[in-house]
């Protein structure tokens, strides 16, 4: 009998799971993500629908409600809080903001400024006064490294503290909605992500054994594909590509906006690349040994990774190989909230060669791609994408760039980054996204002390 009911139970799941790779390795879709993002649009609509009337019935019976609970209603609409400013949207306009600016350094420290008359008054530190009151409101950084703020609720997350009950109506539809994503999808997308990575090592091994290098390479961009493909449909990803006459095609390096781990399988399901990284253990460490069985991938062991003449060399190596695929890189070296690009790590840059810029927009509605490693490890993250509605984005392929004569690395990455910035409609930033792990560097302090100085001194 038991016998029986796993026959049963055999015979679709292998149809179901032959289908999704047929699928992925055709690159194409029956459109079902698409009509279920589309139904969750009307969802968030008729939402925010329901919580605006209830909003404006309570602002007529100013009789039931206190001054405080018509305010919180209020904001409810509009959708803002004090943290409406991780959308973009600054609370500050600042027309004096202290800056790292590394090219004018003087290397002279402040203690080696001759001892000259210097003539104080109050009024000359009010600048900074008001920059150190500005950047406790509000400041370019911190703000980068926490979720974006939604304007209207999107059913899963509580995205305003004065959020209260609205209607029966929108409860139920919380309910149901939690009952899909924890009963329904979370199941079935952790499936799939296995179903991928299985795939991705049986797969890969048996391209290795292919003798034929002529044979072996497009068997293994085929697999890289599919892998990702099918990675990127266990979070019911919809993306949205755009000049796609800008794809990379040859050996040089794609640098991207970095938000989520995710942006790899984003990318990866539609193009090959090298992908380079430090190894690891666990999940991810079983995705890289299974990649690099047929791709020429590019991993370093902790302590090498530090080591930049090293890297610098394996990297020239690769690209030195026309027949090799793009490197794919996020030069900001961290997760950024997608509201934003920060500084650009010049590494890359120096190597020589083709860069492809790529910018990644994703829409915040349907889940909140932003992995805040400081946080959340690793499987609670995954454990909240599983459980999000969906991960929906846009990918902009921009015109290759070339470093251009006389041009330093780091100013070449800045050029860069501003295409990005702009195409993706993100906030070009010049600070340093590590300083979410470290305090600010010595030398920008000191740059700040001596302009101060010579204030003092010209006035």
């Not at 054994?209 to 019911?236: E, G, H, N, Q």
Request: glycine share 6%; with cysteine; net charge positive.
């Amino acid at each position: 009998m038991l016998y029986g009911i796993l026959s049963l139970c055999w015979i679709p799941l292998a149809g179901f799971v032959s289908f999704l790779i047929i699928l992925s390795a055709i690159n194409k879709s029956i459109g079902v993500r698409r009509a279920y993002v589309k139904l969750l649009l009307r969802i968030f609509e008729y939402g925010r629908n329901s919580i605006e009337s209830a909003s404006n019935e309570n602002l007529k019976n100013p009789n039931e409600k206190t001054a405080e609970d018509q305010n919180s209603q209020v904001e409810l609409v509009n959708g803002l809080d004090a943290k409406e400013s991780t959308t973009g949207a600054v609370l500050i306009n600042r027309d004096a903001v202290l800056l790292p600016q590394p090219q004018e350094l003087n290397h002279d420290k402040p203690n080696s400024i001759k001892k000259e008359e210097i003539n104080f008054d109050f009024e000359n530190c009010l600048d900074y006064v008001k920059a150190g009151v500005e950047a406790i409101i509000e400041d370019d950084v911190t703000s980068r490294f926490q979720a974006e703020e939604l304007k209207n609720w999107n059913m899963l997350t509580r995205t305003n503290r004065h959020y209260e009950f609205i209607s029966w109506k929108i409860t139920l539809i919380w309910v149901v909605g939690f009952a899909v994503r924890y009963s329904i999808l979370m199941p079935l997308r952790v499936f799939v992500c296995f179903v991928g990575v299985v795939f991705a090592v049986i797969s890969n091994a048996f391209v290795a054994l292919v003798p034929y290098r002529f044979l072996r390479r497009p068997l293994a961009d085929l697999c890289f594909k599919i892998t990702f493909r099918l990675i990127s449909s266990s979070l019911s990803a919809v993306i949205t590509f755009h000049n796609k006459q800008y794809k990379p095609t040859s050996t040089g390096f794609c640098v991207a906006n970095h938000t989520t781990p995710f942006d790899v399988a984003i990318l990866s399901t539609d193009c090959t690349f090298s992908l380079i990284g430090q190894r690891h253990g666990g999940f991810l460490g079983v995705l890289q040994r299974a990649l690099a069985r047929a791709s020429p991938h590019i991993w370093f062991e902790r302590g090498e990774a530090k080591d930049r003449h090293l890297v610098a060399e394996r990297l020239k190596q690769h690209v030195s190989d026309p027949s090799n695929p793009p490197i794919l890189i996020f030069p900001e070296g961290t997760c950024i909230n997608n509201t934003s690009v920060m500084q650009f790590k010049k590494g890359s840059f120096e190597v020589g060669g083709v860069i492809y810029p790529v910018a990644i927009k994703y829409d915040p509605r349907f889940g909140d791609a932003f992995w805040n490693s400081s946080k959340y490890s690793m499987m609670q993250y995954l454990y909240m994408m599983m459980t999000s509605w969906a991960i929906v984005c846009d990918v902009w392929y921009l015109p290759p760039m070339y470093r251009q004569e006389g041009e330093s690395a780091i100013d070449f990455a800045n050029r860069v980054k501003g295409v990005i910035a702009k195409q993706g409609g993100l906030v070009d930033l010049v600070w340093d996204g590590q300083l979410k792990r470290m305090k600010p560097k010595k030398e920008w302090r000191e740059i700040q002390q001596i302009e101060f100085a010579n204030r003092l001194k010209s006035d």
